[in-house]
């Protein structure tokens, strides 16, 4: 072997060697920050709660019970404001989450929504409009209010409920005139101007992370509600089968429970939300499929 093809090798080794021990450099500069509470619930409707640290080992665990009898939970998030859990059924219903106790509660008003189509969907709320977001079936794309699981209307000036513009990449994305499947949604907290949020969304076909809509700031502002989307980077993780992920208030901690194809179980990530990279932290419970991720605030 010559000279120079050990230095190559070399070489080589060391370059190996820094993108492994990078790797971990992004969590670990977060754990100082990393939310302490965070839940998943299955699609048995097992409730489960843990501390992202340590993934696998459940804290809590409680049956969810009280949905209508055809509804299955695709989705929960906590209404920061409030301090509550709310839960999508795959009916378009809307309930309110007694974390305790696992007891449902139909959010009064809250009826099957007509443009719900096959899922998994994406769930978050928009902590600037306190709205209820929901991504993903077909491209769907609408927003519900909280307090009685109506539709928000898109256009006013047009007869009857519009739901928002379906999902879409930007003509100037890499990926446009691609279909996006968006099945993850989570905003962003900004602490100097609560009016302000960026929402990001996972797109399982492309295992990438997106943003729907422009980041907080951009000019020209593109809203969330048109539907466009932008690729921000890919998650690392190869095609992923489902997804749920949430954004911690305050620190904007972004977290993501991942079915990827390449693992059986479902894992727990950290999203780094300027690049779209991926840390996983650890198998999420028992590791089954989750429906539904939120961090308690």
């Known amino acids: 072997m ?72 695709i989705g929960i998030d906590f209404r920061v404001a409030y301090g509550d859990m709310y839960a999508l059924a795959n009916t378009g219903r809307i309930y309110l989450i007694n974390f305790n106790t696992g007891e449902a509660t139909l959010v009064p008003g809250s009826s099957p929504v007509d443009y719900m189509a096959m899922g998994p969907y994406g769930f978050d709320f928009n902590p600037a409009a306190d709205k209820l977001r929901v991504v993903g079936g077909k491209n ?46 989570g905003y962003t907290y900004n602490t100097k ?42 998650l690392g993780l190869g095609a992923i089968r489902d997804a749920s992920m949430d954004i911690s208030d305050v620190n904007n901690v972004a977290l993501a429970a991942i079915l990827s194809s390449q693992n059986e179980h479902t894992v727990l990530v950290e999203v780094d939300l300027d690049t779209g990279r991926s840390y996983t932290l650890g198998t999420l419970g028992s590791g089954t499929h989750y429906t539904g991720f939120a961090i308690e605030p």
């Open 140 to 185: 769907r794309n609408l927003r519900l209010h909280p307090e009685t699981g109506g539709i928000v209307d898109f256009d006013k000036t047009v007869p009857a409920t519009q739901v928002d513009p379906k999902l879409a990449y930007s003509e100037s994305d890499q990926f446009a005139g691609e279909l996006p499947d968006i099945v993850a949604a």
């Open 193 to 234: 101007d609560s009016k302000l949020t960026t929402n990001y969304a996972i797109d399982r076909r492309n295992g990438m992370l997106v943003m729907q809509g422009t980041k907080e700031g951009a000019t020209p502002s593109v809203s969330p509600n048109l539907g466009v989307l932008y690729s921000v980077g890919h």
């Open 2 to 73: 010559s000279k120079s093809n050990v230095r190559q090798r070399v070489i080589g080794a060391t370059l190996a060697m820094s993108v492994v021990f990078a790797a971990p450099a992004f969590a670990e500069s977060s754990m100082s920050t990393m939310p302490t509470s965070v839940w998943a619930i299955d699609d048995q409707h097992k409730l489960i709660n843990v501390n992202p640290k340590q993934p696998s080992n459940v804290k809590k665990s409680v049956q969810v019970t009280g949905l209508a009898e055809d509804d299955k939970i």
